[in-house]
């Protein structure tokens, strides 16, 4: 059975930073996108960064370029979000998911492309 499990949320002071990793386990092939999206209180859940996991360029949202870093480890068939200068508005439950294919512009891939969802990690960002 195909599962992704998230760790590495916690509470974090602003200006902080976290890594959360995204382990996927019982997956063959390569082509599929990894994203990492969050949902904050009372609000939709919002793409954050993706990738291709076979290749190319990561895509991000707006609000989290230049402080977020996604990346893989193939051995470890494993994705991560690297999260510096966090802000108080950064505070969600962070989900990494999976989507079949290839895809250039990951960002405005459909969340319902996404057919494989971990169960979720909470980041805390206090001002």
């Known amino acids: 059975q195909v599962q992704l499990v998230e760790s590495g949320g916690g509470l974090v002071q602003a200006g902080g930073s976290l890594r959360l990793s995204c382990a996927a386990s019982?997956?063959?092939?390569?082509?599929?996108?990894m994203g990492w999206f969050r949902q904050a209180p009372g609000k939709e859940r919002e793409f954050v960064a993706g990738?291709?996991?076979?290749?190319?360029?990561?895509d991000y949202a707006d609000s989290v370029k230049g402080r977020f870093t996604i990346s893989r480890d193939y051995a470890k068939n494993t994705v991560y979000l690297q999260m510096d200068s966090l802000k108080p508005e950064d505070t969600a439950v962070y989900y990494c998911?999976?989507?079949?294919?290839?895809?250039?512009?990951?960002?405005?891939?459909?969340?319902?492309?996404?057919?494989?969802w971990g169960q979720g990690t909470q980041v805390t960002v206090s001002s």
């Open positions: 998911a999976a989507a079949p294919g290839y895809y250039f512009s990951i960002k405005l891939l459909p969340m319902g492309r996404y057919d494989l």
């Open positions: 019982g997956r063959t092939g390569s082509n599929y996108v």
């Open positions: 990738l291709n996991w076979r290749g190319g360029s990561p």
